[in-house]
């Protein structure tokens, strides 16, 4: 499913380039027949567990609803999309009309929160080493789809240059997109970049204040052991005093006697 989305991205910004290419057309098919054979997978496996036991079905309606209102709701949107990519490779190209553009680019938002959803497991408690791999890979793919979607970019190093500044909303205007299928480009790398670099430099801060807390976290503990062994060395002391004490009484309960 994940594959499939992403594939078909390409498809949908050659739509708009002056000579588009008739692979596009049949990205959309494949993508489209994938995304609606993920959503077909995902309603029999529903159907199984509705079939299946009383403990089950319990669960269902219990603590575990507001999981599976989730479930439906993408199930429901996966036909939508698999539906829409089919459509998209019957349409006119996104260049020469203007319907057919803004239906694509429904879809390509659609398909965006999709991903995310899909992904969201994979960005979940996840280290700062991916998160830069992560952070790398997204730029690169970005500057490279900036070097084939706008003339202006004439090296891939501009167009790496050009998804930094766009992603990182820096704006410096040495290299800006000039083209349609740039600028709409642009504003997909802000929300995804921006995303993804706030997600480095969160981790970075949490870092930081992490390195921040375990040293007071250390020091709490020291003062902690500190005072431990002062209290056991002051039960040790009463002991003793309990244990001189002692004798005294025992010869002062014979003398009475």
């Known amino acids: 499913m994940l594959i499939a989305l992403i594939a078909s991205v390409p498809a949908f910004y050659d739509s708009m380039m002056p000579t588009p290419a008739t692979w596009a057309t049949w990205m959309y098919v494949v993508s489209g027949f ?7 997978s ?5 159907r199984l567990v509705q079939r299946g036991s009383a403990p089950d079905r319990r669960a269902r309606a219990g603590d575990d609803s507001h999981t599976w209102g989730m479930r439906a709701s993408e199930e429901r949107l996966d036909w939508f999309l698999g539906a829409a990519l089919l459509l998209s490779a019957v349409l006119p190209q996104s ?7 803004a239906w694509r680019l429904v879809l390509s938002v659609l398909m965006l929160y999709r991903l995310l959803k899909i992904s969201m497991p994979l960005l979940t408690e996840t280290g700062l080493a991916r998160l830069l791999v992560l952070g790398a890979a997204v730029l690169g793919l970005c500057g490279i789809g900036f070097y084939w979607l706008d003339p202006g970019v004439k090296t891939v190093n501009e167009g790496l240059w050009l998804a930094f500044s766009t992603a990182a909303t820096v704006g410096y205007g040495d290299v800006v997109p000039s083209s349609t299928a740039s600028r709409v480009f642009s504003v997909f790398v802000v929300l995804l970049g921006y ?8 981790s970075i801060a949490a870092m930081f204040v992490g390195t921040q807390e375990r040293k007071v976290e250390r020091e709490i503990l020291r003062d902690m052991h ?5 209290v056991h060395e002051e039960i040790a002391e009463l002991r003793e005093e309990l244990r001189a004490a002692r004798p005294t009484s025992e010869d002062d309960q014979r003398k009475r006697q």
């Open 34 to 40: 994938v995304v609606l054979g993920w959503a077909w």
């Open 95 to 101: 260049n020469v009309s203007e319907p057919a553009l």
């Open 42 to 46: 995902a309603r029999r496996a529903a």
């Open 226 to 230: 500190a005072q431990l062994k002062t």
């Open 195 to 202: 995303g993804v670099l706030s997600l480095v430099t969160a």
